[in-house]
């Protein structure tokens, strides 16, 4: 899988855009970039993903570049409920044995929404 | 509107004890997950599972076993609990292709072994 760097930690104020910066220079064409979030105490909670074209959902916007080296998760008008470790990863979407083999977790990025 | 249910949300378990951790999921679901979670370490994959009666070692499946008799039900089985195995175990599922990396996931299980 291709790794990914994130930063540590990043402070929205609430009511503004958050952007999360991803970098993955070395993803392969096959390989889709996701983001989940985790809110403190609960499982992880899958947002959106992409593969080249950029993506919007209910939740967040993802930005690929053209080149795919690198992705921005935007949630539009952050709110505190949006305080949370956010985690980008790149993956195949099918695994070896035509179903998933999992998703590795790195640290994620933490986002504080500040009132 | 839970989807992915695990039995329970607390155990306090002591060192060689057999322990059971169950989770369900009501959405149909061929793929199923359990992952631990531990501070400064993050989510490590244990055992996965892509049909019935079908498990795969993830990265860390020492010490563990797995159960997959009927599609909605996982079980992790740690056979002798030690005290490295305190942890917060997570659960989830995902359907085949091709949303097989949408996972979701459970409450969590926070396992204490004294």
């Known amino acids: 899988d291709a790794k990914t760097t994130q930063p540590t930690s990043m402070d929205c104020a609430e009511g503004r855009a958050a952007n999360l910066p991803c970098n993955h220079s070395?993803?392969?064409?096959?390989?889709?970039v996701y983001w989940y979030r985790q809110i403190h105490s609960q499982g992880p909670q899958y947002i959106i993903h992409g593969l080249k074209n950029n993506e919007t959902n209910e939740m967040a916007s993802l930005i690929i570049t053209e080149d795919r080296k690198s992705s921005t998760l935007i949630l539009p008008h952050a709110t505190l409920r949006d305080t949370a470790v956010y985690y980008c990863i790149v993956r195949v979407a099918i695994g070896a044995g035509g179903g998933a083999d999992g998703l590795t977790f790195g640290k994620g990025t933490h986002l504080i929404i500040q009132p | 509107d839970v989807k992915v249910t695990q039995s329970s949300r607390y155990l306090v378990k002591r060192t060689g004890e057999k322990v059971f951790l169950e989770c369900v999921q009501d959405m149909d679901h061929e793929n199923m997950f359990w992952y631990r979670q531990d501070p400064g370490l993050g989510l490590r994959l244990i055992y996965f599972?892509?049909?019935?009666?079908?498990?795969e070692k993830g990265d860390i499946p020492e010490g563990y076993s797995v159960s997959r008799e009927k599609k909605e039900r996982f079980s992790l089985i740690l056979e002798s609990a030690s005290t490295n195995q305190t942890s917060m175990y997570l659960c989830?599922?995902?359907?085949?292709?091709?949303?097989?990396?949408?996972?979701?996931f459970g409450a969590g299980s926070r396992l204490t072994v004294l």
């Open positions: 599972s892509y049909d019935v009666k079908m498990k």
């Open positions: 989830a599922s995902s359907p085949t292709r091709p949303g097989a990396n949408v996972l979701t």
């Open positions: 070395t993803i392969s064409g096959n390989e889709y």
